[in-house]
Structure formats: C-alpha cells, structure tokens
C-alpha cells in the first residue's frame, strides 16, 4: 500500500517540533478520535472530519467516504484553501482505493485546480499523481503517462524521494500498457533505484515484478526470471503470501516460455500449494489450468486431463464463463492428442459455443481453428474447410474490416470533397479576373468617351459641363456595383463552404446506418433469422425515407435561388387562410384555435413563396405545440417604426433565448423526438431574406410559446396602408388579432 502523507514532506521537520509532545504519548486512537466528533462543531469539527477522512482511509472506506462528504459540505461555511486541498487529495485517494475511479478523477483534477492556483507544489504533485492512477485505472493510458511525468518534476523539485519513486513507476506502467517497453524500462529502472535509495522494499519488489513482465514482453524471459526472482527474495522475506504466489506463477510463464517444462511445473505447483492454503479459488484455477497447458504441450495427456479437469470444476462452481471456455479448449487439445476424436469434437464445440454466447471473440477465433484441425485430422476436410472460413472470418471482424473500410471510404470522400471545393474556388477566381477585365473594358470606354466627350466639348461648350458629370457618375456607378458584388460573393462562397459541410454531414448519418444494416442483413439473410431481416430491411427503409426526405427538402431550399416569380399583390390575410387550409389536417387533429387578423395589409412579393413561408411557420406552431391543453395559434402584424412586422403567435413549448439564432440554421433541430428534417425555418429565412426582409424569433423561454415575426424590406412596398389604413395595426385599434406570448 502507499503513503500518501508524503508531501507534508516540506513541512516534515516543522511537524516534527510541533508533534514532539504528542508523540511522547502516542497518537489517539481513531475510534477516540471519532468519539470525540459529536462535541465539535464548526472549524474544529472539519479539521477532526478531514483527519478521519485520512485515518480511515485503509481501513474503512464507507466511512471515510462520509466523513469526507461532511467535511465537504461543512467547507462551504467555512471556507479554507488548505484544508480544501488537503481534503479534495484525500478523497481522490479513498475513491481510487475504491475502485471509483470517475469521482476520483474528477476530485483530482479540483485538487489539480486549486493547488495550481495556491502554488502548493506538494499538494499539486499528490493531485496529479491521483489525476494519473484515476486516467490509468480507466485505461486511459496517454493522459496517465501526462499527468504521471508532471508529478515526478514536482516531486523531484520538492525533493520527496518517496513520491518520485511511485511516480516513475506509475510513468513505466502506462508506457508498457501503450507497448512502449523500452521507455517503460528506462522508468522502472530510476523508480527502482528510488525506491533502493529510500529503503523501500514493498516498492522495490514492485517494480522489480513490473521489469520481469517488462522483460517478457520483449521476448527475453532468462532476464524476467532474474527480476522476478529479486522480488520473489523480498516477498518471501517480507511474509507478503499472495505476492509469493504471484510471483511463483510468473516465474512459471516464463520458464514455460524458454520451453523448460519441468521447471514451470515446479514454480507453477509451489504457487498452487500456497494458494491452496489461502484458499482463493479464482487463482487456483487459473494455475491448475496452467499446469495442465504444460502437461498437455508435453504430451502427458492423462495429467493434463487432471489438472484440466480440477481447473474446470472450479471454474463452472464459480460461474466464470470465459475460464470455463479456455479450460475446454485445453480438454478438446487432450482429447485431440490422444485421437479421441468424437469427444475433442465435442469439448470443442462446447468452448466454441461459450465464447460466442459471451462475445470472446479471440476465444471463438481459437476454438474454429482447433475444430478446423481436428477435422482435418479426421479427414472430414469439408467441415475442416467451414471451420478455417470461420476462423478467418473472426479474425477479420477482430480487425474490424469494417472499420477500416469506413475510415478509408471517409478518406476517399474528404479528397472529394477538398477537390470540389478547390475547383470552386478556382472557379470563383476565373470569374472575378473576368469581371476585373470587364472593369477594366468599362473604364477604357469610359477614357474614350471622355476623350470624345474634349472633342465635342471644343464644338459644344455648353454641353462640355454637364456631359463629363455624367461620365464620371456613370463609372462610379459601376464601380460600385462591381465592389458590392465582390463583396455578395465572398459572402456566397462563405455561405456554400458551410452549406456543403453541414449537408455532407447530415446525409452521411442515414448513409452509414444502411450501411450498418446491410451488414447485418446479409449476415441475418445467411444465419436465416427471418424476424431479424425483417427488422434490418424496416431500418434501411426508414433510413433511406429519411434521406429522401432530405433531398427533397434541400432541393427546395435550392430552388430558392433560381425560381422567382414575378412578383404581384399579395392579401397577406388572404394567404394566411390558404396556408391554414393546407395545414388544416394537423391544426384539426391538434385542437388548434387559430386567429387571423381581419386587417392583415397587402404586400408585393413571390406569391408562392410567401405561402411556403405562411405554411412552415403555421404548421411549426402546431407541431411544437407541447402539451398544451389550450393550444391556440394567431396571426396578426403590427408597425414598428418605418417597418411592418408580421407575427406568428402560438403558446406552445417555446424556444429557449440561446437557440433563438440556431432554430433558423439548416438541419437544426431541437428535439429530435419530433419528426423533422431541420430545414424548414432555413428555406423561411432565405426566402424572407430573398424578398430583403429579416425574420427573427420571440419567445420567453421553455413552455411559454412563441413568437415568428417577419418583415418584408423596401421592395415588398407593403400597400398597407393604401387598403387598410383605417383598419390597420391591430396593436394601434386595441384589436385581439395578437394572442400574447405565453
Ligand atoms: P423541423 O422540420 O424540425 O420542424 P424547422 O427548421 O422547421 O425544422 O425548425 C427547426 C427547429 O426549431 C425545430 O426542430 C424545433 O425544435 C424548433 N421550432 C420551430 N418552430 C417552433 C415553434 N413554433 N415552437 C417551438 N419550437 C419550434
């Protein structure tokens, strides 16, 4: 076990002073110390909580973990860095103990924080070290290694040997988990002479343990052996039975691995001896499966098939599934060896059909090559043939085919689609070297119409004046027509960069699900699971009903651009109702109440696509319409300075303030339990903007309905006024036509 109340290691000679009295009477007891917690309050109490919190921290993990979560608490009224920290490190600590390896990750990294803040070196190297044994106990190899060296700089800056040592040993074992084996040497090797140099045996025979596996690794088991030998001195010195035992069996693995058999057996069996004694069954039946891998490579099948036997006992008592499929893998190998053919088919099988229940691939991947043997041995090389398949197959879906596929097709289309977009700005470029050349066309005429204009000016001084004026504004003019359409452009390509991306996007998600499902259907067409294709066919219709719904709508948003009709009067009022209409089915089905205005004015616009933007705001208000009993949608205008604002009110489930700008982007979409495609305000916004108008949304938040509200710019000469002056703006006559917000 580790010490952690190392990095006090600064303050240790003050600590010394100031403990010298208490230490002539030894420390209290923890249960004194507990007893004495119901007469405290406030910032002693805390400080008693903390110190529990690290007493108990071996012993009793539940409470340490309550007291910790008091003292937490009990900071909040009395707030203090140190003890803060202190705490924050110490409960890291209990919880990787714990085997909560999240929480202690997340109270490490508030440690990190807050000693970085502080600029407490020892308490900012314990906090790195936890942050790093968290990420490595979560397989999180990279970070470990990290926030491991960062903790080694520190320890060694605050000169606290001990931590260095258990910080470099940490560094080599996140190294040697990423196959980095010479780096993870070089780490344990320094850990090792730290741990010598502070007299720390437990440490050193650790470490040496981790070089012998280190040195197996690298396929150089004399050297491993000569590790774990060193350690085995200490352990068996040290009284530590379970390391003995551990370290026997390793030593066995390796003398396996040089081929020397007997003398596997022998470390292999003293393992066994003391693990009998203890009684921990998991590991008896791991080395009882050992032992019969050896007897059964030697030949001795009768003692293998003991050995094999006893492990596989235990293993089903236990209910370990993967054990129980690797021990009948071994039997099936006897069977195999002594030409039984029926029963190494069987136990073959038997360990196939486990480890397919289980998903252990690499165990199923084992079993179809061992049955592909055993029939080829019995001559039956069809099903040896089958068997191979299967083996391969396995082992190709460890590979994950797939995967590769996927990356390499994603690959392929990224090219594509850099090539596309470089052809567009090539493109793009080609046009504006033509409208510069046009530039320059339009100011040499100009040159010569000037030049004209002397020539006649010299005959007609009267005219001279006003002719050159005109000249001169002509060019201007035009130059500033070129530079705002320079500029319409760089705004376009910007827009058509985004677009391209977000529809590559959201098309690709329904791709790769038929994709999946393909897969999956040719695999359920072959197994002849009937129900499951029916499923896998019913998702690829509706992933492909989706994108087909996609494309429609794209394709309408596209059309925006290039359709417009002639623009004519429009009742606005009159188009409400028609839009209504259209939508009456939903708006019927929902129980909508819906109210238009009486004295909705005329505008001049694209008729047909005002009614496209009527449709989707109406239809949006009664799909989003939440669970509202009294669900009611209107329709109405109001003025607002120079501007006429039409509104879209419904009191359904509202929009929060911070997706008031999103809810118009392409594809976006809220909740996507409710049926869309996210296109629907897009095409609402390019045509409003296409008319030179804005649309915006208004809305107090979640369940308090919303507002759509539009204008129509300049152009669209809203002839309000002319018609419906007298009636006009609802919001000036008191009118009800504006159901509020709500
Ligand atoms: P969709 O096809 O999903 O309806 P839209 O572009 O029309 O796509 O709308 C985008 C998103 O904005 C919707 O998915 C929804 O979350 C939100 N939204 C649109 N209109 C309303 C509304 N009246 N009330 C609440 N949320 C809305």
Redesign the pocket.
């Known amino acids: 076990m580790r010490c952690r109340w190392r990095y006090r290691g600064a303050g240790a000679l003050l600590a010394l002073w100031l403990l010298a009295p208490s230490l002539l009477f030894a420390q209290p007891r923890v249960d004194q110390l507990e007893a004495r917690l119901s007469d405290l309050a406030g910032r002693e109490r805390l400080e008693l909580l903390i110190e529990l919190t690290a007493r108990y921290r071996k012993k009793d993990r539940n409470k340490a973990v309550a007291f910790g979560t008091e003292a937490l608490d009990l900071l909040e009224s009395f707030p203090d860095r140190d003890l803060e920290l202190e705490l924050l490190n110490q409960l890291g600590l209990v919880h990787i103990r714990a085997g909560k390896y999240q929480e202690a990750l997340r109270y490490g990294l508030r440690a990190e924080r807050l000693a970085r803040v502080a600029d407490d070196k020892p308490a900012l190297a314990f906090a790195l070290n936890n942050v790093g044994d968290a990420h490595r106990l979560l397989d999180e190899y990279d970070p470990a290694r990290e926030y491991s060296l960062e903790a080694t700089e520190l320890y060694r800056q605050v000169e606290d040997e001990a931590g260095l040592a258990e910080s470099l040993s940490d560094v080599g074992v996140a190294y040697r988990r990423v196959g980095d084996f010479s780096k993870a040497l070089e780490y344990y090797l320094r850990s090792h002479r730290a741990y010598e140099d502070i007299g720390d045996r437990k440490g050193a025979a650790r470490v040496l343990n981790n070089l012998g596996i280190v040195y197996r690794n690298l396929g150089q088991p004399e050297n491993a052996i000569e590790f774990y030998q060193q350690a085995l001195e200490i352990r068996e010195q040290d009284g530590r039975k379970i390391s003995v035992a551990r370290l026997l069996n390793n030593i066995g693995v390796a003398y396996e691995d040089m081929g020397q058999h007997a003398q596997a057996i022998d470390y292999y069996s003293r393992a066994l001896e003391i693990k009998e004694k203890l009684g921990n069954e998991r590991a008896i039946a791991r080395t009882l499966n050992n032992i019969g891998l050896v007897y059964q490579q030697l030949g001795k099948f009768d003692d293998a098939a003991s050995f094999f036997g006893r492990s596989l006992d235990i293993k089903e008592r236990l209910g370990d599934e993967k054990g129980t499929a690797s021990t009948l893998f071994g039997i099936a190998a006897v069977h195999r060896g002594k030409s039984e053919w029926a029963s190494a088919l069987d136990t073959s099988n038997r360990s196939l059909e486990i480890a397919t229940r289980i998903n252990a691939r690499d165990s199923a991947q084992r079993s179809y090559l061992q049955l592909s043997e055993i029939y080829t041995e019995m001559g039956r090389y069809l099903d040896a043939l089958e068997a191979f398949k299967k083996y391969e197959e396995v082992k190709s879906s460890i590979f994950d085919e797939g995967n590769r596929e996927i990356i390499a097709e994603m690959q392929a289309r990224f090219e594509s689609d850099r090539k596309e977009k470089e052809i567009e700005i090539l493109k793009q470029r080609q046009e504006l070297d033509t409208m510069e050349l046009k530039r320059q066309a339009l100011m040499r005429r100009a040159l010569v119409g000037c030049v004209g204009l002397l020539l006649v000016v010299s005959l007609l001084l009267y005219n001279r004046y006003r002719l050159k004026t005109r000249a001169a504004l002509v060019i201007e003019e035009k130059n500033l027509e070129l530079e705002h359409y320079l500029t319409e452009l760089e705004a376009k390509n910007a827009e058509m960069e985004k677009f391209t991306y977000t529809v590559s996007h959201d098309l690709k998600s329904p791709l790769i699900t038929i994709r999946g499902f393909l897969r999956l259907l040719e695999k359920d067409m072959l197994a002849g699971d009937a129900e499951r294709v029916r499923d896998d066919v019913d998702r690829v219709q509706a992933a492909t009903g989706k994108m087909s719904r996609l494309i429609d709508e794209l394709l309408k948003l596209s059309r925006i651009g290039r359709v417009t009709n002639a623009p004519e009067e429009v009742a606005v009022g009159e188009l409400a109702r028609e839009a209504a209409d259209l939508v009456s089915g939903q708006i019927d089905e929902r129980g909508v109440e819906v109210e238009i205005a009486a004295d909705l004015p005329i505008v001049v616009g694209d008729r047909a696509r005002l009614l496209e933007v009527m449709q ?2 109406i ?3 009664v ?3 939440g669970d509202q009993e009294d669900p009611r949608l209107g329709i109405s205008w109001r003025r607002a300075g120079e501007e006429v604002v039409f509104r879209v009110s ?1 009191n ?4 929060d303030r911070r ?1 008031h700008q999103k ?2 982007g392409l594809f ?4 996507p339990s ?11 916004k390019r045509i409003i903007e296409g008319h030179g108008g804005r649309v915006w ?1 208004e ?1 107090e938040g979640a369940g308090h ?2 507002t ?1 509200c539009f204008t129509l710019g300049k152009n669209a000469g809203v002839s309000d006024l002319a018609e419906a002056s007298d009636l006009s703006d609802s919001s000036r006559s008191g009118g009800i036509t504006e159901p509020e917000a709500r």
């Open positions: 989707n705001l239809e949006n208000g799909k989003y319409m419904d359904g489930m509202g929009i997706y809810v118009f976006e979409r809220l909740d409710i049926d869309g495609t996210g296109v629907g305000l897009a095409l609402v949304v809305s309905g919303s759509f």
